[in-house]
């Protein structure tokens, strides 16, 4: 429902989700974290974040901390920790994060609980701002079954410009 989204900006990485109470003098010190159905999530690709002053949050305790280097995957686990226990995320990311080596543990965790539920491979200049190519990760913060579709759309484009638009099939 449309009435119950906030939009607010701030410090991703650095707060959790938070909800203030904007009608008192010291918001701040109102802070509490929300939990949400949904969340679909484009954030900016592989951004360097500093993991020194998040590292004991509880978003990243079950699955370990994403490289300083690249903060691709600490959005996804943030997102994926304010999930209900039956909600969704769709998150969009640089194709890299299904195959870099410091992020082996991150997926295997994620593997292991049954989160992933699908992954999507887009093609190259797809988006407006990069060329890279990106991928669509769709996950629940609770799932019982074991399986996990991948789609391989990387190919399933027609040129529109400078850009690739995805076909219909």
């Not at 909600?87 to 969009?92: A, F, K, L, T």
């Not at 299904?98 to 049954?114: A, G, M, P, S, V």
């Not at 990106?134 to 027609?158: P, Q, S």
Request: one cysteine or more; glycine letters at 8%.
């Amino acid at each position: 429902n449309p009435s119950n989204m906030v939009g607010r900006n701030g410090d991703t990485l650095g707060f959790a989700y938070p909800y203030f109470d904007d009608s008192v003098k010291d918001p701040q010190n109102t802070y509490y974290p929300v939990f949400v159905d949904a969340v679909v999530a484009n954030p900016p690709y592989s951004q360097k974040y500093s993991k020194k002053d998040i590292e004991n949050s509880p978003r990243f305790a079950e699955y370990g901390m994403p490289p300083d280097s690249k903060a691709d995957l600490a959005f996804l686990l943030h997102g994926l920790y304010h999930l209900k226990s039956d909600g969704s995320q769709v998150i969009v990311l640089p194709h890299g994060v299904l195959f870099r080596n410091e992020e082996l543990q991150i997926r295997r965790t994620l593997i292991k609980k049954h989160q992933i539920e699908t992954v999507i491979g887009l093609p190259a200049n797809i988006f407006f701002g990069t060329g890279i190519p990106t991928v669509l990760i769709c996950l629940k913060k609770t799932r019982e079954e074991n399986d996990i579709l991948f789609i391989d759309a990387y190919k399933g484009f027609t040129k529109s410009g400078n850009k690739n638009k995805l076909r219909e099939m």
